[in-house]
């Protein structure tokens, strides 16, 4: 299964300010999916990441909060636009290959706001 | 509406105590029912997938079933190390993995 390498790792950041988390992959893969996991919280998908197109939404995520770009098959890009302590959680990226069905996630960035 | 639930909501054992974690789910056209381990701080690590009624997998101590309805994570005598938050995912047709809220495990000596 890919390797997905995720940075920061962690980080601490004034309201209102605006975060880049980065994915990168070891291999292509055909799809790539952000997740937020709140404290002692499961999963929530927050958008599926296209290649070269707007990335899809899930319900009760929005473009402008959440810019996501991904350039190519093996990058993707999270920005979490001006925050709020309530956008404290773990941000998640994931990614599925070519020649298997298992999804395989980063290690993640744990984002505090103050 | 695609939902996934895990019972229990925790679970403490005792080294060697056998049990069984519970994912019942209900989606439109199941691609794939999902296990991952997640450990604190960690992304979740892959498991197990298990794709039709009937099938099982294992790997060490964990035992994996799917039947219409539901999963079952058999952890037969656990150790320590297998202290962890089990998660289970259903795949939508979408491709995209629905979770559940978790099972705590802790298993002590």
């Known amino acids: 299964s890919a390797v997905i390498s995720q940075k920061p790792s962690r980080d601490i950041c004034q309201r209102g300010t605006s975060l880049t988390i980065q994915c990168q992959v070891d291999s292509q893969v055909t799809m790539m999916f952000w997740y937020r996991q709140q404290p002692g919280q499961s999963l929530t998908l927050i958008a599926t990441a296209n290649q070269g197109s707007e990335a899809t939404y899930e319900s009760g995520f929005v473009i402008d909060k959440f810019p996501i770009s991904r350039p190519n098959l093996t990058f993707s890009t999270l920005t979490v636009s001006n925050m709020s302590p309530e956008d404290s959680s773990i941000y998640l990226c994931s990614a599925v290959g070519w020649r298997d069905y298992g999804y395989t996630f980063g290690s993640g960035t744990r984002l505090t706001v103050v | 509406e695609d939902q996934v639930t895990q019972s229990p909501e925790a679970l403490r054992l005792q080294e060697g105590e056998s049990s069984s974690l519970n994912c019942s789910y209900t989606?439109?056209?199941?691609?794939?029912l999902f296990w991952y381990r997640q450990d604190p701080g960690k992304g979740p690590e892959f498991l197990f997938t298990l794709y039709s009624a009937g099938e099982e997998k294992e790997k060490e101590r964990l035992k994996a079933t799917l039947t219409k309805k539901e999963s079952f994570l058999h952890i037969t005598a656990p150790k320590p190390e297998d202290s962890a938050t089990y998660l289970c995912a259903v795949q939508a047709p979408t491709d995209k993995l629905i979770f559940g809220t978790g099972t705590r495990l802790q298993v002590f000596p």
């Open positions: 989606v439109s056209g199941l691609r794939g």
